[in-house]
């Protein structure tokens, strides 16, 4: 099969019908996008990539995020981090409360919220200095010293971060939280706000394509256990109460951010990332879903 | 690698160590068998068949059996059943209830047992004499003409299905049971109620390590994207709570019946099925959850 | 004060305020009255009483005969009942079903659906003829043998009741009811369809304004000790997700159906009926409410 | 009746069987009280106190502060409080947090934390010097100026209190908190660790079985309107998950506090305290429900 071929036509299709959703305004800085971008980039274990649209403009990887905290806390950890954390979807965002409370202040899986709020309480643990120490460890993986924080985000995100000061104080009531809330919450802020454009993160995530090593290099940025481990989670986890949909629709193991990027592999060939900030309603990138779906589809490779 | 050896090494393993949990007893019947059988069958693509232990006795498979009644709904309506059920997971048991509240009738998916419900429902619908149209189904997808209800699984289902009546009759509340209620819930408990060996079930579900073709004959059972998208469903939500355990520590679409049966299957290459009656706290085969975790560890071939 | 003046003022100026909300018709039978009926009735512990509007039109009472069969399970259990009850608020309907799973199957009030329906399956394990001697108990409170079931009510809610079939399925799952299912259901619908006048109703009621005795014949119908526990039953139960509101805003003990009738009693003095049919967001009646709040805020007399 | 005699009696007969529950821990400072601790005193409208064992013993009313905002608040601002909060039962503790969820940060009542803490929020937009002013209120509405704060349970609450530092920032990502979380979380803190001895308590409360007007003085501490709706609020939901049970055993408007006190209050005639630290299951005084139980039956004076 024609990759960039196909790549390409599903691109043209998708563009050739109407955009739908709207782009995430919870925090007014992500409000401000231009809701009519449109990237694709695919990279191949071997390192090629292939884009459409606009792939080099960088937008806010929101909870994309969370799938490399979680490998940095592996890397740290490994299964010792179960202890603190379920790796079970969530369904509604409304359970996710109550099973909190259920289950005495163990998250159900580190890419909710309240998951990635352990795992940044596990980096404070590690590290001595966690937000330079987590976007240095950001920076290896994507092999690109370039990647940062939005400091503009971070703090839109702080001030506007409420039900996170609640879920993290919430937790701390049951002791799953080990350090300061205020420092180790700042952490959580900073982690939302990391921007890539669709190459770098494709190219991020190329390990979880390749058995846990970076594309290239070879590198070992997890084992090839952990690896598969997550992409275990993303799959049951990565898309808020869509992750059946994803499964279905789609079927490949991925993860999805606010700002309307999607991230997805498959094992032993290729990562893929879309970026479309319209969001359907269950908050995933509308455009992001119809692209997958249909290139999924075409080349009719899936883990299924 | 062999595949044989690499079975027969990881059963024996798993016969070395103490077997756990509870046999199932919510229904009398159940509560008979003897809790130290320990079967296993793989199945080829190509149909050679490798077995361990139990693999010839037949065993109630329960819930196992709704993905057949999935997969027949699939043949008759296709993606019209998604109008009146889901595909996201459930989270915990105690959720069902209050999702089927919340979202007006519509089951999560179709392997909880108010989807089964549903499935069952729209099978109703379709079929003149659905008891002896839906075993005939699961013969001829078996490719085996023995394949039984069992009576006395099915009454003993049936005075003790209080909770399954509760579930019909709140969504026939909400206009989402067609059927006269108590011809279309006798049929649930027919599904409950049928038995298999490891090797029957292992090559039932060949269709779906085969792109929906029967094993051998080639047969279509279901097209190609509706076999990868019932192992998709398999994915996220064939293990009650522990879908997202299933995935992490085993890697591979599969469903569990609180008989003590598991089935699983690679896709493209084969389909294995384990039995052993004692549970698990969240209701799986204990020794089956076991059993697949060290032998795709040691195969290191999973969807992942 | 003049007691039958503050009456036909309050009535008056009700009358003078725009009527909102809406008449219940979840069972096509109750939708088909006129909204715009409007009745009080006030009988003093001596019998006395004083009436305005259509007080002499019968309608059906709905959940307020809850309060009689319950009367009917104290006198033959007395605290025996509790085993199988709770006796606190139920919080918003959602809940009710969620709390039903915490809390294994025990209602949480004789005044709820579920509640009400565990009273039934009480009085099945004692008459020999339940919904026989249910009038009749209710004649003998009402000293009036023209007290009738409306059979057309009561087949009206059976053909629609699939929810309250899945509450006492849901209830026997955790062996919280005792008789045959369809049988007990059957009283529970009838209890639902009997029909008062508001004189008839205010009437009936006497007896828990006044320790327990029927006005004028000093007939013992509960001892003292129950009717007090009846009245704080009522008090914190008696209005679905309102009784807060209603002890806010009335304080007295009282009950409401959604015929649109309520009941309240001021305790030593006087037994009110009000019955307009038009139901606020809550479920309750939307005149009775206003005309209670109103009548009480002049009396100023209320129990607390 | 002699009341004094029925309250000597009613005391020696609890102290004779045996005592049962735990004292509250969940703050250091509680659990060092001595168990075995039991006064109680009643005051009636006239000003004459009756006691009974450790009457004069200070304890930590906490939760009944509650009561005391409230009445500050409902001076402040009267109805218009009733915007940010509701005067329904809460259900469960399990519950509040997802009606929270479910009714978009409206507290269901003042007396609970959430509801609590939005009356501290309330205060703090009123008041200069909030502390300061809500301990003035206190002692002018207990005619005592020896009332205070106790600075080591304040910090203690303070230190342990992540639950409500969720709860507040919960509610203040809805919108209903207005002030600075940390500045207002402290006037709640304090709160909650106010002292008084039974007679101190009994005594401060009289205005409420007093139509709102400070015994003796009959200075205006609330209108007899709002007098009486305090009463109701304390009837539906003075006792956590024990209100219906409080109501229909005992039959007064009252509050409890995990340091084992209680205050009751029968409208026109008396205000009651009892205090005894071991709580009974649902976190109420074992001995106080006890003795107002036996109190009140022997009395046959309740509100129903």
């Known amino acids: ?180 809330v205020d420092q180790m919450i700042d952490l959580y802020f900073y982690l939302s706000s990391i921007e890539m454009t669709c190459c770098q993160l494709s190219k991020t995530f190329g390990f979880l394509a390749n058995g846990g090593k970076q594309l290239i290099t070879n590198k070992e940025i997890l084992t090839r256990s952990q690896s598969k481990r997550v992409n275990a989670i993303m799959q049951t986890c990565g898309f808020y109460d869509e992750a059946g949909e994803f499964a279905y629709k789609v079927g490949l193991p991925g993860k999805s951010g606010v700002g309307g990027g999607i991230v997805a592999v498959l094992p032993n060939s290729y990562s893929i990332s879309v970026w479309s900030p319209r969001l359907n309603k269950k908050g995933n990138s509308y455009r992001g879903m119809e692209f997958l779906e249909l290139f999924t589809d075409t080349t009719r490779e899936t883990i299924f």
């Open 1 to 180: 099969m024609n990759c960039h071929k196909t790549l390409l036509d599903t691109y043209a299709h998708i563009m050739s019908i109407e955009n739908k959703g709207n782009v995430a305004d919870y925090i007014p800085e992500l409000g401000k996008v231009d809701p009519e971008h449109f990237g694709v980039c695919l990279t191949t274990n071997n390192g090629i990539q292939y884009t459409a649209g606009d792939a080099h403009i960088p937008f806010s990887i929101q909870s994309i995020a969370k799938v490399l905290s979680l490998s940095l806390a592996l890397s740290l950890e490994d299964t010792m981090i179960w202890q603190r954390l379920d790796v079970e979807p969530s369904g509604s965002a409304f359970n996710s409360l109550v099973q909190l409370e259920t289950e005495n202040g163990i998250p159900r899986n580190p890419l909710i919220n309240a998951g990635a709020i352990v795992v940044c309480d596990i980096l404070c643990t590690h590290l001595k200095d966690p937000k330079k120490e987590l976007i240095a460890y950001i920076r290896e993986v994507s092999n690109n010293e370039d990647i940062q924080y939005s400091e503009i985000i971070a703090q839109s995100e702080k001030s506007n971060g409420y039900r996170n000061y609640a879920l993290v104080n919430f937790m701390k009531s049951f002791g799953n939280i080990k350090n300061d």
